[in-house]
């Protein structure tokens, strides 16, 4: 059901005027990262960091890079989650350790059920449709999604939204 919502692109949302960095928070102290050997730090940087996002959603998004970022890690993963600001937008990045992409998957990664060919053995679990969720929650926010990665040298998501003014509560009432 929610895949045929997500290919309809009739996600429902329920966007509100959200702390960014509040999300980030409640992503990353998820039980599964919790591990001793999974190293998450968090550089949070951006000011404004409000944004109008369905906030189910967009915790799955940041969810779901982590989640990769661990999986396709061969090593001890390590992962920055960083926010800044650029041009009038608030800019997530999600940097890991992992086995990287090739720029020829690159292309692919965010299309739906793809996965990048290993043969006949996968060693990471899934179904090809991760990113591809992420890749429509983006969309569905008028927000954008690329990454960076060499094989071998890690990945990075960027993801770019817009920001909004923070509401100020007024005692005037």
Known sequence: LQMARLEKED????KETLDFHDLI???????SFQTANVSIQ????????????????????????????IKYSEEEPH??????????????RVRDNGVGISRHHQ??????LYRIPTG???SVRGYGLGLFYVKTIMKAHRATIHVESQPGKGSTFILKFKTVK???????A
């Open 166 to 172: 923070p509401i100020i509560k007024s005692n005037d």
């Open 107 to 112: 292309r692919q990664i965010f299309d739906k």
């Open 25 to 31: 928070h409640e992503a990353v102290k998820n039980k």
């Open 11 to 14: 996600l429902g949302l329920k």
């Open 120 to 122: 006949n053995l996968h």
């Open 42 to 69: 968090l550089k949070l940087e951006a000011a404004p960091y409000t944004v109008s996002v369905d906030k189910l959603h967009l915790v799955n998004v940041i969810y779901n890079l982590l989640d990769n970022a």
């Open 79 to 92: 992962i920055e989650v960083t926010t800044h600001n650029e041009d009038n937008k608030l800019v997530l």
